[in-house]
């Protein structure tokens, strides 16, 4: 039944994954993946299209839990037929976040990090930093694997202070469904500002499928963001607005009272999804 197979991708956190295979055989045709042993639900995540004896399989932002085998079944009446792919995710190194700390008591003063129950040591990922009464974490970023709960830990003679702060890095996946007649023409703006692909911005074309993924969101990527289509009919657009939620706290330790204050840095960033239709008879 297949006339052309999928076959294995490798792409980075962040970026889209596409599978796509050519079919034959007498109508109705069904269509079916799987990933390892499950099989695939549409989510804002995921997309499949069957459309004129062509499968794809369109992942719009991989993450590591992407990674494995992919398996496309196709049936009809006669039988059904298999062919399979693996997906590779590679980590890609982003900016740096830097959370921070102000201390005060006696010395010598004691600092431990951690994330969850793991001690963070020095490495390429983190690095520990201890200047006068400022203690700081610098962590690299790889991912969603950096998504966790970090503690800093304070200590000396006369007792000890903890804060627990939670950090989650994500991107945004802006997602734009056209109809009409192409070939379509493709542009995002920013604060009505053009977008060009860079390392900080991705942007994917398949298909009837536009997608802007925005790397590791950042204070600076909140706004409004729009996507213009066009044809030779004419043009349309849709927008939305992209929020950062901020939530952070620094502490003085003074190891028998912790005082809150304004803590450096570090977001919460949730991710925003668009997912609207933009039609051009």
């Known amino acids: 039944m297949f006339i052309k197979k999928i076959k294995n991708v490798s792409?980075?956190?962040?970026?889209?994954?596409?599978?796509c295979c050519s079919v034959e055989g007498s109508l109705p045709l069904s269509v079916l993946w799987k990933k390892d042993e499950n099989w695939i639900q549409d989510d804002l995540k995921i997309k499949q299209i069957f459309q004129n004896k062509e499968a794809t399989l369109r992942i719009l932002a991989c993450e590591a839990i992407h990674r494995g085998?992919?398996?496309?079944?196709?049936?009809?009446?006669?039988g059904q037929d298999v062919c399979s792919a693996t997906l590779t995710v590679q980590g890609i190194m982003g900016s740096v976040v830097t959370m921070e700390c102000r201390v005060a008591g006696s010395l010598p003063l004691s600092v431990e990090w951690s994330k969850g129950k793991q001690k963070i040591t020095e490495s390429s990922k983190y690095k520990l930093v201890h200047i006068e009464n400022r203690v700081l974490l610098e962590?690299?970023?790889?991912g969603s694997v950096d998504t966790g709960e970090y503690s800093c830990k304070v200590t000396n003679k006369a007792g000890s202070c903890v804060l627990h702060e939670c950090f989650i890095c994500k991107d945004a996946s802006l997602h734009c469904e056209m109809s009409g007649t192409p070939p379509f023409q493709v542009n995002w703006y920013k604060d009505n500002r053009p977008l060009k692909e860079d390392r900080k911005c991705k942007m994917v074309n398949v298909g009837?499928?536009?997608?802007?993924?925005?790397?590791?969101l950042e204070q600076d990527d909140a706004g409004l963001y729009e996507c213009r289509v066009s044809n030779n009919v004419g043009s349309k657009s849709c927008q939305t607005t992209i929020t950062l939620k901020v939530s952070g706290l620094c502490f003085l330790c003074l190891l028998s009272i912790c005082e809150l204050c304004l803590f450096n840095v570090t977001l919460f960033n949730e991710q925003s999804a668009l997912h609207v239709i933009v039609s051009l008879q």
Request: overall charge positive.
């Open 69 to 78: 085998k992919y398996t496309c079944h196709v049936v009809n009446e006669a």
């Open 139 to 142: 962590l690299k970023l790889t």
């Open 11 to 19: 792409t980075v956190v962040g970026d889209a994954a596409v599978f």
């Open 208 to 216: 009837s499928f536009a997608t802007l993924h925005i790397m590791k």
